[in-house]
């Protein structure tokens, strides 16, 4: 079974991707847990509620099938930030439901800062047995449901720029804000964000 299950940031993925390792652990089955780019900026699934566990970093080189197979026995994988993993990467998912019977659970954002699907993600979709919108419990600053990532560069919405761009480490003043579709197709911030905007969107 290859499942996923998608959000924007915030949505509490990282926090059901370390809930879903501890129940198959605690049934006696055997995992390994995946992420790339996490927010701890090390090999670990950390949520925004403070847990977190060592995991293996998905470089854009890293073979899961070769990986898996190394292992003794794996009957499942958690894949978190799967967005982020190389297309040939959910191929490689596929093959290990498909010819080694191990379960995925892989976990990520379905869209860019520009509301454009990532490739993982994409390819995932077409893929996956299920794939499942993660309950928002994150809202935009109007209190709509926050659907889509933006991204902030000095303080305004950035339009255009590279897909992968990590926040809040270096000096780019770089961070991401979630917004319902409304805003983020206006770019429109909310107050103490950006400058008020005359018009009522
Ligand atoms: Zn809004």
């Known amino acids: 079974m290859l499942k996923f299950y998608f959000g924007p940031m915030d949505c509490g993925k990282s926090t059901l991707a370390l809930q879903m390792n501890h129940n198959h652990g605690r ?13 701890s900026g090390g090999p670990k699934v ?5 847990l977190g566990l060592e995991a293996i970093e998905v470089e854009d080189d890293l ?48 869209s860019d800062f520009r509301s454009v699907m990532f490739p993982a993600a994409q390819r995932l979709f077409e893929l996956a047995d299920e794939v499942c919108r993660l309950q928002v ?32 480490t270096d000096a780019a003043h770089v961070r991401y804000q979630v917004l319902c579709r409304r805003h983020h197709r206006s770019g429109r911030l909310g107050e103490g964000t950006t400058e008020p905007q005359p018009e009522a969107v």
Not at 27 to 39: A, E, F, I, N
Not at 46 to 50: A, P, Y
Not at 137 to 148: A, I, N, T, Y
Request: net charge negative.
């Open 27 to 39: 049934q006696g089955r055997r995992g390994l847990v995946l992420t790339k780019h996490d927010r």
């Open 46 to 50: 950390t949520s925004r509620i403070g």
């Open 63 to 110: 073979d899961l099938v070769r990986l898996v197979t190394g292992h003794d026995r794996i009957d499942y994988l958690i894949c978190d930030e799967a967005c982020f993993y190389t297309v040939e990467q959910i191929e490689q998912l596929a093959d290990l439901v498909d010819e080694h019977g191990v379960d995925v659970y892989a976990f990520g954002l379905a």
């Open 137 to 168: 419990e994150v809202l935009c600053w109007c209190g709509r449901p926050g659907r889509l990532n933006a991204r902030i560069v000095g303080g305004t919405m950035a339009r255009t720029g590279e897909q992968v761009v990590i926040g809040d």
